[in-house]
């Protein structure tokens, strides 16, 4: 694990989709509680179900699979992907419940990561920049709920139609 250098992670930050939501400035502040860079190997969980959530992360290089780990049959159910850029555990780093999915590298992979520790101070020195964090953060599971409503609605049409619908 690697302490990050602020100016490339500034940078990173502004290039991702949460940079557009908290601007050049709060990039920036972000940046300075990047707290590692950690590199994961082909197959390396990052975390997994259950794993209380002190952190969160965006993806530097490589991909990551968010799945589910059937115990009993060591089976892994692939359930999206995570590319450069991506936040990743930031549902459970704010609402402090257990991880909810496991996430494993697929290849090489690196992220930058950001410890309560850090971030919570944040909430009294740079409240604006916390808000515009869980702006993007609720932006986002918005257009995740939104999109599941709309394939819902469409397997239901398909299956009223008798699979003579969309698909």
Not at 150 to 166: D, H, N, P, S, V
Request: aromatic share 6%; with cysteine.
């Amino acid at each position: 694990m690697n302490k990050p250098n602020v100016e490339n992670v500034a940078r990173l930050i502004l290039e991702a989709p949460i940079g557009k939501y908290i601007g050049e400035s709060g990039a920036g502040v972000l940046a300075q509680q990047a707290v590692r860079e950690m590199t994961l190997e082909d197959g390396q969980f990052l975390y997994h179900a259950g794993d209380v959530a002190n952190s969160f992360y965006i993806v530097t290089s490589g991909r990551l699979a968010c799945c589910r780990e059937i115990k009993n049959s060591g089976k892994i159910n692939l359930i999206h992907t995570l590319h450069h850029g991506d936040l990743i555990g930031e549902l459970s780093f704010i609402d402090g419940e257990p991880r909810t999915i496991s996430v494993q590298a697929l290849g090489t992979a690196s992220v930058l990561c950001f410890d309560r520790e850090n971030i919570d101070p944040l909430v009294t020195t740079h409240p604006e920049l916390v808000f515009d964090f869980m702006r993007a953060v609720v932006k986002r599971v918005h257009h995740t709920v939104t999109a599941i409503g709309q394939q819902q609605a469409e397997l239901a049409e398909y299956i009223a139609t008798g699979g003579k619908g969309r698909f």
